[in-house]
C-alpha cells in the first residue's frame, strides 16, 4: 500500500500536463490491482475491482 501511495505522489510532478498526471495515476491503480482496464467501443474504461471499494468511491464523489 505504501508503494502504491508514493507512485501516486510521484505521479503528480509540477511540469507535467494533467493527461500525463491522469495516465500515470490509472497506471499505478491498475498495477496494484484497484481498477481493471477493459476495452470498449469508445476506448479504455476502468472499473474498481472491488464492489466495496466502488462503493465507497460513489458514496465520497457525492
Sequence with gaps: M???LEDLRNADQPGRTP???LRDVLTVLAEGH???PMKSADGMVYD???PLVK???KERRS
Design 34 to 36: 484497484y481498477i481493471e
Design 2 to 4: 505504501m508503494a502504491v
Design 48 to 50: 474498481f475491482r472491488w
Design 55 to 57: 462503493k465507497w468511491w
Design 19 to 21: 493527461d500525463e498526471r
